[in-house]
């Protein structure tokens, strides 16, 4: 499975746009780029899926250029309840959720 | 709530002894997985069912733990022995296993803290 790194934390204030990258290099062709949302104490969330170019649904944007060595979530406006952390995945997309594999991921803090 | 439930929330146990933990996955889900995390880490897989079917086990899974899921519903991971190095928070997911929805939903997990 291809490794992914990514921040290790990031600060924002409420209101204001985050964009976190991950870098993963050895990205395999058939590898789908997902990311997580976990509060304390809670299990991950999911929150956007792409493979290329552009995906959007209604929490977040996922940004994925053309080589696919890395990809950027957005998340438009955070409030502080999107603190938390935010884990990048990437591996086969083999019919609903094989085994995932989650590095460390970004600690996003909002403050007002 | 429809969502993945696991009992108990929480569980202190003291070294040596045996442990289960129970998850309920959404009900039409054919894929369940068990996670485990420590502080600060991300999850680490530990292994996953279709159905009823064990397909894969992680070498974080010692001989020490075992999981199943008999009719291919709930599953249940049991830890023997436990040790020190056992403690952190299981957690399970369930997911449909069909290619067009890939998300894994997860349940708030087992704290398992062992003294």
């Known amino acids: 499975l291809a490794k992914t790194t990514q921040p290790i934390s990031m600060d924002s204030y409420e209101g204001q746009e985050v964009n976190i990258t991950c870098s993963h290099n050895n990205i395999a062709t058939n590898d789908y780029i997902t990311w997580y949302q976990q509060f304390p104490s809670q299990g991950p969330r999911f929150i956007i899926q792409g493979y290329k170019t552009k995906v959007t649904n209604e929490v977040a944007s996922l940004f994925i250029p053309a080589d696919r060595k890395s990809s950027t979530l957005s998340l438009p406006r955070v409030s502080l309840s999107d603190t938390a952390v935010y884990y990048c995945l990437v591996g086969p997309r083999e019919g609903g959720g094989n085994k995932l594999t989650f590095g460390t991921g970004t600690q996003l803090k909002v403050e007002l | 709530d429809t969502g993945v439930s696991q009992d108990p929330r929480h569980k202190i146990t003291k070294r040596g002894q045996n442990v289960t933990f129970r998850c309920d996955p959404i009900s039409e889900h054919n894929r369940l997985y068990w996670y485990r995390q420590t502080l600060g880490q991300g999850p680490e897989f530990l292994t996953y069912?279709?159905?009823?079917?064990?397909?894969?086990k992680s070498r974080l899974l010692s001989d020490r733990f075992s999981a199943e899921r008999p009719k291919g519903s709930f599953s249940t991971l049991e830890i023997q022995r436990t040790e020190q190095g056992d403690s952190a928070m299981y957690l399970c997911?369930?997911?449909?296993?069909?290619?067009?929805?890939?998300?894994?939903?997860f349940g708030q997990g087992t704290r398992l803290t062992v003294v």
């Open positions: 997911a369930s997911s449909p296993g069909s290619l067009d929805n890939t998300e894994a939903f």
């Open positions: 069912f279709q159905n009823e079917a064990q397909l894969e």
